[in-house]
């Protein structure tokens, strides 16, 4: 029977002998192992973040948008020709299943002005439900009520950016900004939401959607909107709600079988999913590449063990002629082998950590450290010392012990 502790004590001691030696083999596996954990870290990091974003611009939503008119025989962009109305939305809403808001919107480009200051940004006509549908909440001041929407009153919510190139430091609420030539008052800000790709959540304006379609935008045709936003009551749902939706408006619309539909429907889960696929096969694909160091590391200590073998022979044949058996021999090797990957994988660990925080504070990237991969990791590095090093152990143990005392 092979006498585990007397065997570790010998290998702990043969390592120690050589410590240079030792550390220079150990950082392959300390290299491959904070390799791994960095671009883990980034991966996890960068999922919450497209995870947060597309929270921040609702969950569940639907987006209709009305046609596309064309000019001349060219397009004009969908959403150009109002094909959608106020009544389709309450439709959708009374009609469809697994709804649970409808927010009609109408919105354009507008230069906002105050005082001397001038800002060019979107702004949007709607309806309360919007706020909760996009998840938007107001920071100070209040929200719409039905009276300004029934009375198409001239009042507006801005966004945080908005805010800030038109006031600067001075509170905006009951300030009068100018949209276009017409003034509005405003009466509440937003909590900031940040950016989604090229996109700045907080650089717009909103204002009731009836005095966007009577006074802002204006139409030929009353009741008109640009978008439809709907928000499902889950995932599950949405597409069930997708389909009522589009049966719901080719009805309105008096469209028959062979006509297209002259609106489209964009179901966020679809390009969530997307996104988060996307996502995922770049951390696979990072972490894969990191991985490629633990195999180059684990090559290292196999080389390192085969010339220790070569270099221990003697030391080899005197074990085997006191009494030493093959496995005594293979056990001691497989040990040296496993606790260079092991110490290497544990300093690896701590200094995948604290590079990947050095990212994320350098470069202002979200970094997610979890335990999963950290054990992942070092488990996967013991394996490496275990794979590549029994070759080497295996080969001692083959040893002719007359002729591992002779050799010089």
């Not at 290299?31 to 954990?37: D, L």
């Not at 001397?116 to 709607?126: D, K, L, M, P, R």
């Not at 430091?169 to 509440?188: A, M």
């Not at 379609?213 to 995932?235: C, E, H, M, W, Y």
Request: glycine share 10%.
């Amino acid at each position: 029977m092979i006498d585990f502790k007397s065997t570790l004590k010998i290998a702990l001691k043969s390592l120690e002998v050589n410590k240079m030696r030792s550390a220079l083999t150990s950082l392959g596996i300390i290299i491959g192992v904070g390799a791994v954990i960095v671009m883990l870290a980034i991966g996890s990091g960068a999922n919450k973040t497209v995870q947060q974003n597309m929270e921040s611009m609702g969950s569940n939503i639907l987006t209709i948008r009305s046609a596309t008119a064309k000019t001349g025989g060219v397009s004009m962009g969908m959403g150009s020709k109002p094909t959608l109305s106020v009544k389709d939305a309450e439709a959708i809403l009374k009609n469809a299943r697994g709804v649970e808001a409808v927010a009609p919107v109408m919105n354009s480009s507008k230069q906002a002005m105050y005082g001397n200051q001038n800002w060019q940004t979107s702004v949007y006509g709607i309806t309360t439900p919007y706020l909760y549908v996009k998840n938007y909440e107001i920071k100070d001041g209040r929200a719409f009520t039905k009276d300004d929407d029934t009375n198409a009153a001239k009042v507006a919510l801005i966004g945080s950016t908005v805010e800030t190139e038109l006031f600067g430091d001075v509170n905006s609420i009951g300030k009068t900004i100018r949209v276009g030539n017409i003034p509005f008052k405003v009466i509440g800000t937003l909590v900031s939401k940040g950016t989604v790709g090229p996109m700045d959540q907080d650089d717009l304006i909103f204002i009731p959607l009836t005095t966007a379609q009577r006074k802002v935008f204006g139409t030929d045709f009353p009741g008109s909107v640009n978008q439809i936003i709907v928000k499902a009551d889950s995932l599950e749902t949405s597409e069930i709600a997708q389909s009522d939706i589009a049966d719901i408006l080719r009805r309105r619309h008096n469209l028959g079988k062979t006509q297209e539909n002259d609106f489209e429907i964009r179901n966020s889960a679809e390009f969530q999913e997307k996104m988060k696929s996307t996502v995922r096969t770049f951390a696979i694909l990072l972490a894969s590449i990191a991985s490629v160091s633990l195999v180059v590391g684990g090559i290292g200590i196999m080389n390192i063990m085969l010339v220790s073998v070569t270099e221990r022979t003697k030391e080899i044949g005197i074990r085997m002629a006191i009494g030493a058996r093959a496995g005594d021999i293979r056990m001691q090797f497989l040990i040296e082998a496993l606790v260079l990957s092991l110490i290497g994988g544990l300093i690896g660990i701590v200094a995948g950590i604290v590079i990947a925080l050095l990212i994320g504070f350098a470069f202002g990237t979200s970094i997610v450290i979890s335990l999963a991969p950290i054990l992942m990791s070092f488990g996967f590095s013991g394996l490496v010392g275990i794979g590549f090093g029994y070759y080497p152990a295996y080969k001692a143990s083959l040893l002719n012990p007359i002729d591992a005392l002779r050799y010089e």
